[in-house]
């Protein structure tokens, strides 16, 4: 085929020593590096060709064994036989997002999560930003579902009783002389992109106004009224029990091992808790998307994980200091040919600043790891933007893994070759902003392939668990009559009570960990990191969740006792 | 209307010696104590050595708070437990307080506020510790409560990290309770912890105590599986290719105290970059008017005994004194101390039998240390060693006012 020989040529001219073949439309990439940046570059040379369906990267490091996935040692038969029409794998937002969109219609519907609560992966380790898509290409998925998403946010998560706010998000430049041709262009792509509240090109006098810790240096800003932010696992969250709500099912430390596909189409399912037989698979297993295609001999893309790190500054003393989020342009001869988004400071939907986040190509999915040289990294890069921002206010820092593909767009689509497949892959940003879209979309196409009817009756509300701490005096205290629980605060940082703690615990999604509980409530999210309130934690989780103590872990298999003391032997 | 005179947040050592003190001095008072009980971290010390100075014995912590709070009880302060502040306000003449507990939300008025708020530890990541982020890694303070007051062994094989006071107690603590600790890393080249703690609790156990080694990283994904503890520079800065792993299933951290001074800070009170509590005058008022500061709020202490006697200094003149024209000088600092407690000193209030905390910057061998009021030597102490995890206190009086100055001098 021309286009693979054409492909071939680049390759061994620009990355050489690896094989390109063709599979259909599609490109696979074979061969071996010592070199993992090579592998990257392959897979994106092949992809900016624009010949292919898609890029198949099968290039091996190296003397490196990929790290096995990480996975519950859990083996047993509860879903053994089991034949839902619909088996959603994996608990992100994307997978709740589509979940709770499948239970509008008369299905039955089972999410696969390979972890023991909903949100583990790319959603719980993100900044929640909700963007209004000025960076992305024209004709990308990205940007067809971020705009249709964002007509759905605000009532979404009112529904769900999920905070959003739109405090507006804005690029700062430090060069005057680059003010001539980047604010044509940027008012040029916010109507082109149709963005949501549009760009305002803005002095540093106007900005101040916005944002009056401005650093020096900064010369202007292009503002974007129309960011927001949410909490993106109090969303999946609140997504995947407003689904169980409407009669959808959730198994968590279940993990798809294989699959059995005969003509074209899957028959089984093969995981740790049994063999199933869904009539229609969804594939949003985030990092893991392109292992789930393959199972189902429908790989067409692979995932490329991409790395990023935020440091998380005091609520106490940053809130005050950054208004909007705010990242600041590269100098130039600075910018470096990059996919993920400067990153920059981002006050998220709890007030506290998140600085970052970076991006590095790694080999391991869930390397979650943090380095040093991130932290440097991240803080040399944003500290120069808010004045009196000082890396002491740092409370902790989190890595995520994006889930890229060499295409860099979304992977919205019906399976290639297998027919009941539908992909949700990779989604790296703006996979928050876009999560409400892609669920619509799959479950119309799923519900089409079964020709499913619509629910009569769909509960559009779900309730969170109540925030004390933003009710007024009266409301808090009419409640704390009715139960007393919510008047003694448990995690003094952040002002959590018992009632809340006992609530989450007692939710329809019930989390059986400590850091389960933080996700919901955040208790220990604070600056004291759970020094104060975890015991308390633990011993709520122990009585009111029915657990042994000595049994009650921090995440995973992770334990947080060995044994009694000696006195209480 | 006011409803009390004076109230006392927080009560720990410095709150209740504040209150007792308070009420003593006729004020109508209010101590509120977000925990269940009194006593504050007290209640988890298991260990002797409390009181010596004040009750002339070496007390446990337990036994410490029961001292203070059957004191309490002989007096008229009222108490309120399981009891939040969520708000702070400026009123006239005095501070309006919002609470939550579990009868409600409740919102009073005082004359005076005594911020007895204590402190809160450092945690692993604030002292850019990287990798996983597994169970395992805990306070010498968590550690202390899993332990001492939930009964439970969170350690099998464990890493301290920080030789400061409670990292040194665990130590001892966590190997009586038969777990293993394989040694006490330092980043700085000196122990931060008192001279006793180091011989009682590591030297008596034989528990090496490395100094300038860090841990750097922590591994493993769910449980902690080992530590990356590598040596240090002057600045204290890990040096590369000096980093080695010890496999371990938990990491104590006993790397600093941080005062508690959020409540302090919605009120505008300034802090002091030097103890990160409020800058405070000889009867420990913050510079915002009527609000008190004492214990390890105000700067971090390492005797309890101490902590009390600040509580008692507040709990005075919050009780006695009236608004006056303020006639505030600042203590001059030598550069070879850390910091002096209190930060000014009101001329318009007595300066009769005025307390003094100070540590140093570094270890020094035969100073003297003279006090100066304008030109005259009002104190000349010597010491034969100083030392900065070891708090000195002095106590003096001031006839005249003038500017004062604490020097360091060789003897």
């Known amino acids: ?569 | 209307m006011m409803d009390y005179d004076v109230v006392v947040i927080g009560g720990g050592p410095a709150g209740l010696a504040a209150a007792k003190t308070a009420s003593d001095y006729s004020a109508k008072t209010l101590l509120i104590e977000r925990e269940g009980a009194l006593g504050g971290i007290l209640k988890q010390c298991i260990h002797d050595g409390f009181g010596v100075t004040r009750f002339n014995e070496k007390l446990s912590g337990p036994e410490y708070a029961y001292r203070e709070i059957e004191k309490l009880k002989t007096s008229k302060v009222e108490v309120l437990l399981l009891s939040f502040v969520t708000r702070l306000k400026k009123i006239d003449a005095g501070y309006q307080i919002t609470l939550v507990n579990p009868q409600g939300v409740k919102t009073l008025a005082t004359r005076k506020l005594i911020l007895a708020t204590g402190c809160r530890e450092r945690t692993s990541k604030q002292v850019m510790i990287q990798g996983t982020n597994p169970a395992g890694v805990m306070t010498a303070g968590q550690a202390q409560y899993y332990i001492n007051i939930m009964g439970k062994m969170p350690i099998k094989e464990c890493v301290i990290l920080g030789s400061g006071d409670i990292g040194l107690i665990m130590a001892r603590r966590i190997t009586l309770e038969g777990g293993h600790v394989e040694g006490v890393y330092e980043a700085k080249n000196t122990p931060s912890g008192l001279a006793r703690n180091i011989a009682q609790c590591l030297t008596d156990f034989n528990i090496p105590l490395h100094l300038s080694e860090t841990v750097t990283r922590v591994y493993g994904v769910d449980r902690l599986e080992g530590v990356e503890i590598a040596k240090v520079d002057e600045h204290m800065t890990p040096i590369p290719g000096t980093e080695k792993r010890i496999p371990c299933d938990s990491l104590i951290l006993s790397v600093g105290l941080i005062p508690e001074n959020e409540l302090a800070k919605s009120l505008g009170v300034p802090l002091s970059g030097a103890t990160k509590g409020p800058e405070v005058d000889q009867t420990f008022m913050s510079r915002v008017e009527g609000v008190y500061s004492c214990g390890n709020a105000m700067h971090v202490n390492d005797l309890a005994d101490y902590v009390s006697e600040s509580g008692e200094i507040a709990g005075k003149a919050a009780a006695t004194s009236q608004n006056v024209e303020h006639h505030n000088v600042k203590v001059e600092v030598d550069p070879q101390l850390l910091y002096v407690v209190p930060e000014v000193v009101d001329f318009a209030k007595p300066t009769q039998d005025m307390v003094f905390y100070f540590r140093a910057k570094n270890i020094y061998q035969n100073k003297v240390l003279h006090v100066f009021c304008g030109d005259n030597e009002i104190l000349k102490r010597p010491y034969t060693t100083l030392k900065p995890p070891e708090m000195e206190r002095l106590k003096f009086s001031l006839e005249k006012e003038g500017a004062i100055r604490f020097v360091l001098g060789d003897k």
């Open chain 1, 1 to 569: 085929m021309n286009k693979i020989k054409l492909l071939q040529e680049k390759l061994d001219k620009e990355c050489p020593g690896f094989l390109a073949s063709a599979k259909d439309d599609c490109v696979v990439l074979s061969g071996e590096s010592e070199d993992y940046s090579k592998i990257v570059e392959a897979g994106k040379i092949a992809a900016e060709t624009g010949y292919f369906y898609g890029v198949i990267n099968k290039i091996t490091l190296k003397g490196w064994t990929p790290k096995p996935m990480k996975r519950s040692p859990i083996e047993d038969k509860t879903l053994e036989g089991a034949t839902p029409d619909i088996l959603v794998i994996g608990g992100g937002i994307i997978g709740c997002s589509i979940l709770r969109e499948l239970s509008r219609y008369q299905l039955s519907c089972l999410l696969v999560e390979k972890e023991e609560d909903l949100a583990m992966g790319a959603s719980s380790r993100n900044d929640g930003c909700v963007h209004v898509g000025i960076d992305l290409h024209k004709n990308s998925a990205k940007l067809k579902y971020l705009l249709r998403s964002r007509a759905i946010y605000p009532q979404l998560c009112a529904d769900l009783d999920v905070p959003y706010r739109e405090d507006g998000q804005s690029v700062a430049f430090k060069s005057l002389t680059l003010k001539g041709i980047a604010a044509p262009y940027l008012r040029a792509k916010a109507r082109a992109n149709h963005v949501p509240g549009g760009v305002k090109i803005l002095s540093r006098e106007q900005m101040l106004k916005i944002e009056p810790h401005l650093a020096e240096g900064i010369k202007w800003c292009a503002y974007l009224p129309g960011g927001a932010c949410v909490s993106p696992y109090e969303l999946t969250i609140a997504l995947g029990e407003s689904a169980v709500l409407n009669g959808a099912k959730v198994s968590f430390n279940t993990i798809v091992e294989s699959m059995e596909v005969k003509d074209h189409k899957i028959v089984s399912v093969k995981t740790n808790r049994g063999t199933l037989y869904p009539k229609v698979v969804i594939n949003a297993a985030g990092v893991y998307s392109d292992v789930v295609a393959d199972m189902a001999e429908d790989q067409f893309f692979t995932i490329h994980p991409r790395k990023g790190t935020d440091s998380i500054m005091d609520k106490a003393m940053t809130s005050a200091l950054s208004k909007t989020a705010i990242t600041v342009y590269p100098k130039l001869g600075e910018e470096k040919r990059t996919h993920s988004k400067g990153g920059g400071l981002i006050p998220t939907i709890d007030k506290n600043i998140l600085v970052g986040p970076d991006a590095i190509e790694i080999p391991d999915r869930e390397d979650y790891t943090t380095s040093k040289a991130s932290i440097d990294v991240i803080y040399g890069k944003h500290v120069n933007t808010i004045a009196a921002l000082s890396e002491r206010d740092i409370i902790t820092y989190f890595s995520g893994t994006r889930a890229a593909t060499y295409e860099e767009d979304f992977v919205v689509q019906k399976g290639k070759w297998t027919k009941n497949i539908i992909h949700a892959a990779g989604i790296q940003s703006p996979g928050v902003t876009a999560a409400p879209a892609i669920g619509q979309d799959i479950a119309l196409w799923a519900s089409q392939m079964l020709k499913a009817p619509k629910k009569e009756h769909f509960i559009e509300k779900r309730k969170g668990v109540v925030k004390t701490r933003f009710l007024d005096d009266k409301e808090r205290n009419a409640l704390i009559k009715k139960n007393p629980a919510y008047g003694h605060i448990v995690c003094r940082c952040e002002e959590i009570s018992e009632g809340e703690i006992i609530d989450a615990i007692h939710s329809i999604i019930p989390p059986t960990t400590v850091d389960g509980i933080k996700r919901r409530v955040r208790a220990g999210m604070g600056r004291c990191q759970g020094g104060f309130c975890q015991p308390s934690v633990v011993a709520l989780l122990a009585k009111e969740g029915q657990q042994d103590i000595l049994k009650i872990k921090k995440k995973g298999e992770g334990n947080l006792f060995f044994a009694e003391t000696k006195e209480c032997k």
